[in-house]
C-alpha cells in the first residue's frame, strides 16, 4: 500500500532563516506531488505541483521554491522565511492514467506546522 | 477557471441526526470528479467520498452521502446518524478530467453536539 511522509512534524524559525521541509512517498511510482498551505482555518492553496523530476509547477509567486530530486521525494525550500510563511503545510500525491487512481484524487500526508517569529 | 463554493462556514448538529453540508462549483468541462474531504483536529485529510460527473447515481459511502446535481453544479454531503467523531472541517474538491489540479473550496466546520 501506498504511504507518504512529512517532516518534520512542527517547526519554529526565525525570520529570515531558511527552509525545508521534506516529503516522500512510497509504494508508488512516477506520482504527481502536490504542496498546499493552509492557514489557520483556512482553506488550502495550491503551492506548487509536479509531474516528475525536476518537473515543477509554480501556482503562486513568493519567496518559496519546491525540488523533485528523485521519483518520490518533493522538497520545500525558502531561503528567507517571512513571518506570513507561517502556516500549515501539507503534501500530497495522485497518481495519473491508470493504476487504482483513475480520478485523480490526492492523498494527504500528515503536514508540518510551520510558526515564522 | 473553475470555482468550488461552501457557502456555511458553519454548521452543527446534534448527535445521532443528520445534516447536510453544500457545495456549489463552476465549470464549463464535462468530465471532472467531485471530492469530500475531511480534516479533523489532527489536520490529517481524509477522502470521505468521490463522485464522477458522468455517473447518475449518487455516491455512498457508510453514513456519508451525496447529492449530485450536474446542472444545477451541486453536490453536497449528508451525513446521517452523525458521531463525535465526525467533527471537523469537510472540504468540497473539483477535479478537472483533464488536469492533475483539485480546486477546494473554503471549508465548512461541522461540530458534533452530544
Known amino acids: 500500500s501506498q504511504t507518504i511522509h512529512q517532516w518534520p512534524a512542527t517547526l519554529v524559525q526565525p525570520v529570515g532563516s531558511p527552509l525545508s521541509l521534506e516529503c516522500t512517498v512510497e509504494?508508488?511510482?512516477?506520482?504527481?506531488l502536490y504542496w498546499y498551505r493552509q492557514a489557520a482555518g483556512r482553506g488550502l492553496q495550491l503551492l506548487f505541483y509536479s509531474v516528475g523530476i525536476g518537473q515543477i509547477s509554480s501556482e503562486v509567486p513568493q519567496n518559496l521554491s519546491a525540488s523533485r530530486p528523485q521519483d518520490r521525494q518533493f522538497i520545500l525550500s525558502s531561503k528567507k522565511l517571512l513571518l506570513s510563511d507561517s502556516g500549515f503545510y501539507l503534501c500530497?500525491?495522485?497518481?495519473w492514467g491508470g493504476g487504482m487512481n483513475l480520478y485523480n484524487e490526492q492523498f494527504f500526508g500528515p503536514g508540518t506546522r510551520l510558526t515564522v517569529l | 477557471a473553475q470555482t468550488v463554493t461552501q457557502s456555511q462556514p458553519e454548521m452543527s448538529v446534534q448527535e445521532a441526526e443528520t445534516v447536510t453540508l453544500s457545495c456549489t462549483y463552476d465549470t464549463s468541462e464535462s468530465d471532472y470528479y467531485l471530492f469530500w474531504y475531511k480534516q479533523p483536529p489532527s489536520r490529517q485529510m481524509i477522502l470521505v467520498i468521490r463522485?464522477?460527473?458522468?455517473?447518475?447515481q449518487n455516491a455512498t459511502e457508510n453514513r456519508f452521502s451525496v447529492n449530485f446535481q450536474k446542472a444545477a453544479k451541486s453536490f453536497s454531503l449528508k451525513i446521517s446518524d452523525s458521531q463525535l467523531g465526525d467533527a471537523a472541517m469537510y472540504f468540497c474538491?473539483?477535479?478537472?478530467?483533464?488536469?492533475?489540479?483539485?480546486?477546494f473550496g473554503s471549508g465548512t466546520q461541522l461540530t458534533v453536539l452530544p
Open positions: 509504494g508508488t511510482s512516477n506520482p504527481n
Open positions: 500530497a500525491w495522485s497518481d
Open positions: 474538491a473539483y477535479g478537472s478530467g483533464s488536469a492533475r489540479q483539485l480546486t
Open positions: 463522485q464522477e460527473a458522468y455517473k447518475q
